[in-house]
């Protein structure tokens, strides 16, 4: 999921980029960072983990800047950690993004070839490094942006800063969630209403492909494209805590139906239509490997379980070899039958689910291959996996999969 946060105006860019993610933080809580422009300098301080540990970097070492962006993270690409911390530099350019770059492999190579060096794992740092390179090609920061983001496949919200035009902020989405808060000649950028919802209550929703740019804090309106825009604001009158449930009753309800969204992020980049052909990243199972399999084992507990029988029913009907799907801890406790032509997949959405674990473990013990399906990024279980397929649902607050009903219901 991620957030993002963006200012420009009169007042210091720091406590109201803090508060906006302190908002945001449900989506995202790997790591978290911002980045002011200070008289043309950018001024960046990222921290991993919970946005308190941010918070009291900046404490000790505080930036200042009327102009700023920040984000709090929840990793899909590269695992939690100050170095994958967003905003990302490349030359002048800082950017921030809730996203997933699909073709952001072949994007990296490109830039390399063309001198370009990456510091992070992520898929965003290829977006500072393309602006950079369009700006060094001759196009001013506007041109820049429009030119890279032509080239991105994916889904991005990006709020973009560059040293070299220290009154200008770009902010875009394509996929991704995005909203824009207006004030009096300041402006705010943002995942989500709660962000700035005690700043503003005239909000912009940004559509796919649009565009918006604040020069010396007045905003216009594009797509992405180039062609001129009129946007609407509307009042917003939820209560605070209505604007974090997005307006639902629950959070649990919230995520019900953000399910298809979920699912549309997990596949994105991973079904190559036109290819017909399939790629998940970090399987770290040659084709050669896959082709030995002989039985799956499927692992897991709860509702994992569950989504592990219709697992079997897939890849029965499609691979044509036997699949069990096993409970963890009667699997742990079993004397398993397992050998070097099983295939062990274990989905865990925490990735710390203890049974599913040792069931690994016991699994890895007898020679058996496995693959995570994990939703936390570097988790214990994808960490000892073979390979891992993440899931890229975003943090869940609901945890709808362990409630019971009960009688109040
Ligand atoms: N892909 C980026 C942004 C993360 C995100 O939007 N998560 O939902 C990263 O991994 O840093």
Redesign the pocket.
Known sequence: ??GIVGYTGRQEATPIILDGLKRLEY??Y?SAGICTLNNGHAETRRSEGKLINLENLLAKEPIAGAIGIG?T??????RPSEI???PHQAGPVVVV?????ENYLQLREELRAAHHTFK?E???EVIAHLVEKKLREGGDFEKAVRQALGELRG?Y?VCILCETEPGTMIAAKQG?PMVIGLGDEEFFVASDIPAILSHTREMIFMEDGEMAIFRNNKPVFSTVAGAPLTKNSRHIDWSPLMAEKGGYKHFMLKEIFEQPRAIS?TIAGRLLEEEGDVYLESLSLPDGELKKVERICIIACGTSWHAGLVGKFLLEEHCRIPVEVDIASEFRYRNPVVNDRTLIILISQSGETADTLAAMREGKARGGKNVAICNV?DSSIAREADGVVYT?A?PEIGVASTKHSSPSW
């Open positions: 999921m991620c989506r995202g790997d984000h993270r929840w990793a899909t690409h590269g994958n911390a967003h993004h809730n996203g997933i770059i992070s992520t898929d965003t889904a919200a991704s992020d990024v890229h975003g």
